[in-house]
């Protein structure tokens, strides 16, 4: 069982930065790829940036340039540096983890996905 906690979230001015940060418990931390969805209201849930355990990273087109995820393997960290937010970036951010297929306890798996509780993130004047 993995469990993550989210920290970081907040109110910030248009132009301003947050650091999101995602701590993972359980599990073999380094073999899971990491990302941060976010959802706002009245929207579907979207992938905003993603890396994998070989450290190859993507961006959704509206954060390219703004956002960087990374991830800290010895402390079980990966974080969101969100720089020039804009308002339309205003939603839940979600923390997930992706456990790859594979053997465990005995038994062949596919890939299955972990999640925080969400953090908000507000951008606003």
């Known amino acids: 069982q993995v469990q993550l906690v989210e920290s970081g979230g907040g109110l910030v001015q248009p132009g301003g930065s947050l650091r999101l940060s995602c701590a993972a418990s359980g599990g073999i931390f380094s073999i899971y790829g990491m990302s941060w969805y976010r959802q706002a209201p009245g929207k579907q849930r979207e992938l905003v940036a993603a890396?994998?355990?070989?450290?190859?990273?993507n961006y959704a087109d509206s954060v390219k340039g703004r956002f960087t995820i990374s991830r800290d393997n010895a402390k079980h960290m990966v974080y969101l540096q969100m720089n020039s937010l804009k308002p339309e970036d205003t939603a839940v951010y979600y923390c997930?983890?992706?456990?790859?297929?594979?053997?465990?306890?005995?038994?062949?798996?596919?890939?299955?996905?972990?999640w925080g509780q969400g953090t908000q993130v507000t951008v606003s004047s």
């Open positions: 890396i994998t355990s070989d450290l190859i990273t």
């Open positions: 997930n983890a992706a456990r790859p297929p594979g053997y465990y306890n005995g038994s062949y798996y596919r890939t299955y996905d972990y």
